[in-house]
């Protein structure tokens, strides 16, 4: 990394925009609440909507669907060879076999972190993101800074979620500007080798298979 | 089109801002319009000419506003576009114009299924044999198009390697505007740091991004 002033990766000194903080006032709630409850009267009364089916699609990934699903998928690979060995290789397939699939992870692609490779998934473009194994994204995924860079500085993205990677660790950025969906399957941390899967699947969180954090084993 | 939403590579925006225990809606008409969106807005246009709208949007109104905001607006813009809703009815929630949808609204006992099963974009249509293959040297093309296109503009111009052929996809920059999905291949090509940050990035590092045929040449 070179030491040269302005271009020191990892170093972002610039604070968050207070442009971008987002919040919304009561009043400003208030008018987005009407907006919306007159588009909803009128998709359902042109028949689009059912207001049974918005709510039970909304509960659906409220309740249904999180990391826990992926988390799942990573303690099998981790327990697994031969599942590990079919999920890189066709990451949609082994992933149905556990009765995850669907929206947004019709094409799943998953990539492995090792002591010399640390993925990290952005999408540059939007927002797009592996719902199916993660569900919907947090904010700060679908927002500019992160958005912006984890391609150019993933490193110093890496810093702020507390990862220090030496550089002859290889970051690798995969930007999901297709429908290609990507997931991390994080290392398996020492001294989990007692531990059962689905013990192991609770210690793995959602930042960890963004590529954001390392698995922790609790003490 | 050249737009704020393509962020890939800017730094002016500041350091990731993170919400601890993040709700998964923030209010109650986030969720009703991510219901809505989802069970609506596959029945007036397609989820690339979506993303296209979102991409129209004002571009200081887009950075100002929320994700879900970003939802509305463009379900809003399509509705009016397609002839479904006029501007009058949005703004005074009351139906004036007939017509709507020909088919029923999906009903809720559907979800399980719709969500489950997801909207593959591969196809066994169009353009089959990928014109490159993995290890062949590429340039992504300086496109600038006035409309949807997936070509990330860090990437325009660069030189890469075809990592993996995805097989072949919905083509968006022309499904995005009502000219059809006229597949072709997807590659994931990867790019050196050095390549597309030049000579202060990290040596190791790479970037890898997912681009249709039509947007490579060979290199």
Same mark, same amino acid.
């Given at each position: 990394?070179?030491? &040269? ?14 442009? #971008? ?18 588009? &909803? ?15 039970? #699609? ?101 810093? &702020? ?54 698995? &922790?084993?609790?003490? | ?11 002016? @925006? ?37 993303? /296209? ?7 200081? /109104?887009?950075?100002?506003?929320? @994700? ?85 503009? @860090? ?15 919905? @083509? ?48």
């Amino acid at each position: 990394m070179s030491a &040269e002033p302005g271009h020191e990766h990892g170093r972002h000194n610039a604070p968050p925009d207070p442009r #971008l903080e987002k919040h919304h006032s009561p009043e400003q709630t208030q008018i987005l609440e009407e907006r919306v409850q007159k588009l &909803e009267a009128l998709l359902v009364a042109k028949g689009l909507v059912a207001t049974e089916t918005l709510e039970a #699609l909304a509960s659906t990934y409220e309740n249904d669907i999180g990391p826990m699903n992926g988390a799942r998928v990573v303690a099998r690979a981790w327990t697994d060879p031969a599942y590990k060995q079919r999920l890189l290789t066709n990451a949609t397939v082994a992933i149905d076999e556990l009765g995850i699939s669907g929206l947004q992870g019709e094409h799943m692609v998953v990539v492995e972190n090792t002591p010399s490779v640390h993925n990290v998934v952005v999408c540059t473009l939007c927002s797009c993101y592996p719902w199916p194994v993660l569900g919907l994204p947090p904010t700060w995924y679908k927002m500019a800074p992160y958005r912006s860079r984890a391609a150019i500085d993933p490193r110093g993205v890496l810093h &702020e979620f507390g990862v220090d990677l030496p550089e002859s660790v290889e970051v690798r950025v995969w930007d999901s500007s297709a429908e290609i969906r990507y997931m991390v399957l994080p290392e398996r941390p020492q001294g989990t080798a007692h531990m059962s899967e689905q013990e192991l699947a609770k210690l793995v969180t959602r930042d960890t298979m963004i590529g954001v954090a390392r698995v &922790e084993v609790k003490s | 089109m050249n737009g704020v939403h393509d962020m890939g590579g800017m730094t002016c @925006y500041g350091r990731v801002v993170r919400e601890e225990n993040e709700p998964r809606f923030h209010a109650h008409w986030e969720r009703r319009v991510f219901g809505m969106t989802m069970l609506a807005i596959g029945r007036i246009d397609t989820l690339d000419a979506f993303r /296209h709208a979102i991409e129209r949007m004002d571009p200081t /109104h887009y950075l100002s506003s929320t @994700y879900y905001e970003h939802w509305l607006a463009a379900l809003e813009i399509l509705a009016v576009e397609k002839g479904l809703l006029t501007p009058e009815e949005l703004a005074s929630g009351a139906l004036r114009s007939k017509g709507g949808a020909t088919e029923p609204p999906l009903p809720p006992e559907a979800v399980r299924q719709v969500v489950a099963h997801g909207a593959p974009c591969d196809r066994n249509t169009g353009r089959l044999t990928p014109r490159f293959a993995p290890g062949d040297h590429v340039k992504a093309k300086n496109l600038n198009p006035v409309g949807h296109t997936r070509l990330p503009r @860090y990437a325009r111009g660069k030189v890469g390697v075809i990592d993996r052929v995805h097989g072949t996809f919905v @083509y968006p920059d022309t499904n995005a505007h009502g000219s059809g999905e006229q597949p072709q291949p997807l590659y994931c090509v990867r790019f050196n740091a050095l390549e597309l940050w030049g000579p202060h990035a990290p040596r190791k590092d790479s970037l890898r991004v997912d681009l249709w045929e039509d947007y490579l040449e060979p290199a």
